[in-house]
């Protein structure tokens, strides 16, 4: 791949993918994150809650007996009995804070799960609701990384992160107050060291999040391009473009890892520089400690409760440091995740939607414009009657505006200007799912999901039984090479139905469509890819099934359309013609000149 190529490969992932989102960090953003909590608030942790507190003051109290009490009491009346009782008191603690700590590790998995689930749950729920227009902007690897690397990574912050802060701040503060306790003065001679290290973290702090922004674009563009390879490999095997392709991953791959690298470089400055705090704050305890010893400030017994407070101080601050790093992940994440459950549907539903019951299937166009960007009208001013159950054809050069219209109908997208009606009902006051459930779409490229061929059938009527299944196959004509595979209609089929032949994968979207049994029927370049005698078996299952219902179809090939009722020749978004297949061919216009070149392709051939 020339620098040319790869230049404009990596400008198109650039705009395919995610942008960075710049926002400070801010605890709103956590809080609502934190939400997902609530449902387990009363069940699960205050259990977690309980474990930690029991852990945290077993942690608090053991260093008091062991220096202020054993020590200073052992030095000073040499009561050996009582040391056996305070080792076997403090062994009995130890014991409760592992149970503490068992408690809080076990539940907190079990909630940072539950919380998973949820988030991911929500999150593919809300993107099935979005519009058309929210996956023309993205691509199927970038919305595939919000759903499983952003929520996986907010896994660690959920099972740890969130308890472990709440646990450090509770034992920071105890151990603040018990230093100040034991020696005021010995206590501010260490804190010294503080404000500089809450300045120096000031300042790494956004350079380390941004730089796991940058981590999660990267995943999100290798990902894109690894769907995008795997969907795409017959074409790229086909153009021989293995090596490039190849090329371009590696490239990738490599600015993921150098994305990592950097992310845990600017993390991992944070501990070192909380150990070097702590030396800092040990030579700071041997020198004035010390002193305070021979001047009578200070018991040995005190003092040795002191060091280990200092050392429990700087672990929890070490740990904090680790915590921040996931709460930077987590904001990153969780930007992300939000920034698509703020997504609103670009075809929003009104809130008192009507619910279409069965309609008779009359579908009209009041002065339609509608345009997917600001740079080209699609549709300009488009007026049109499909009557009820009249078959109808929309007929014209590629980007005349034909699947434009059909999308409309479904409501997949909104006009920018003017109405569309069915039975003069304004789409945008009806609801969806009323209205989807009266419409069934054959698409050119058929869509397959992996199971069974009678679970592919059903997909549009989950309901429907298997002699239902199987009487929609057979009126399309699909019986006959069902039968013949290995398991007939319990045969598994791949993803995207790999194992039939396009022909076949078009058969079964047929018999899916025709079982929902819709009052509208879209046929978008349905038989383009069906060989002449499978396309007229499907031509006289038509004839039966399309009686008392709205057909509208799409089609390049004319011979398909020659009995619609009325047909539509479209040029540029505008409608040029319109009537009958005879009464346009009498006109001699774009319609005639269409089937002429057509027949014309077809003699030479």
Excluded at 132 to 160: K, M, P, W, Y
């Amino acid at each position: 791949m020339n620098d040319k190529q790869e230049s404009r490969t990596l400008k198109r992932f650039h705009y395919s993918t995610d942008q960075a989102i710049e926002k400070p960090f801010n605890w709103k953003q956590m809080t609502r994150l934190l939400q997902y909590m609530k449902p387990y608030a009363k069940t699960i942790l205050p259990i977690a809650v309980f474990g930690m507190l029991l852990s945290t003051a077993v942690r608090l109290l053991a260093p008091i007996l062991i220096g202020s009490y054993a020590l200073d009491h052992i030095i000073e009346f040499g009561d050996m009995n009582f040391l056996f009782i305070m080792v076997a008191v403090i062994a009995g603690l130890y014991v409760i804070s592992w149970v503490g700590n068992l408690l809080r590790i076990k539940y907190m998995n079990k909630l940072g799960q539950y919380i998973i689930f949820d988030l991911r749950t929500a999150l593919f729920n809300h993107i099935q609701r979005l519009s058309h227009r929210f996956f023309d902007q993205r691509s199927a690897g970038s919305i595939l990384v919000r759903i499983t690397n952003d929520v996986n990574s907010l896994q660690d912050l959920f099972t740890n992160g969130v308890i472990n802060l709440l646990m450090d701040i509770i034992m920071l503060i105890g151990i603040i107050a018990l230093l100040f306790y034991i020696s005021p003065e010995l206590t501010l001679a260490i804190m010294i060291v503080l404000p500089i290290m809450f300045f120096i973290s000031t300042r790494l702090r956004r350079n380390i999040r941004r730089s796991w922004q940058d981590v999660r674009l990267k995943q999100s563009m290798l990902n894109s391009h690894l769907n995008e390879s795997i969907q795409g490999i017959r074409v790229t095997q086909s153009y021989t473009q293995e090596k490039p392709n190849i090329g371009f991953f590696n490239k990738i791959n490599g600015q993921n890892y150098e994305s990592w690298r950097n992310a845990t470089q600017k993390s991992a400055m944070f501990r070192p520089f909380v150990e070097m705090s702590g030396a800092i704050g040990t030579a700071v305890l041997l020198w004035y400690g010390v002193f305070l010893i021979q001047t009578g400030g200070l018991t040995i017994g005190e003092f040795f409760t002191f060091s280990l407070f200092l050392g429990m101080f700087w672990e929890p601050i070490s740990r904090l440091g680790q915590v921040y790093n996931q709460l930077l992940v987590g904001m990153a994440s969780s930007e992300r995740i939000f920034e698509f459950l703020d997504e609103l549907p670009s075809v929003p539903e009104q809130e008192h939607a009507v619910e279409l019951g069965q309609v008779e299937g009359h579908i009209e166009f009041d002065n339609v414009e509608f345009a997917y960007d600001s740079k080209r009208k699609a549709l300009q001013s488009i007026n049109l009657e499909m009557r009820a159950g009249q078959t109808i054809a929309l007929v014209g050069h590629t980007g005349s505006g034909k699947t434009t219209i059909v999308n409309l109908i479904s409501r997949f997208y909104d006009p920018t200007s003017g109405t569309v009606k069915i039975d003069g009902h304004d789409l945008r006051d009806v609801s969806l799912d009323s209205l989807r459930k009266q419409v069934s779409i054959v698409l050119q490229d058929t869509f397959i999901f992996s199971g069974t061929i009678i679970d592919n059938i059903r997909f549009g009527k989950p309901d429907a039984s298997d002699e239902e299944c199987k009487r929609a196959a057979q009126t399309v004509g699909a019986d006959k090479f069902i039968k013949q595979l290995a398991n007939g209609y319990e045969t598994e089929v791949e993803e995207r139905g790999n194992i039939l032949s396009v022909g076949e994968r078009q058969l079964i979207s047929f018999a899916r469509a025709l079982l929902a049994d819709p009052q509208i029927l879209i046929l978008d370049e349905a038989t383009a890819s069906i060989d002449t005698e499978t396309e007229q078996l499907i031509q006289r299952a038509l004839e039966k099934l399309l009686h008392g219902r709205t057909a509208v179809m799409i089609a390049h090939r004319l011979s398909t359309i020659r009995e619609a009722d009325h047909i539509f020749v479209l040029e540029q978004g505008e409608i040029l013609e319109q009537g009958s297949h005879d009464e346009l061919i009498e006109q001699r216009g774009e319609y005639y000149a269409l089937v002429k070149s057509q027949f014309a392709a077809l003699d030479a051939g």
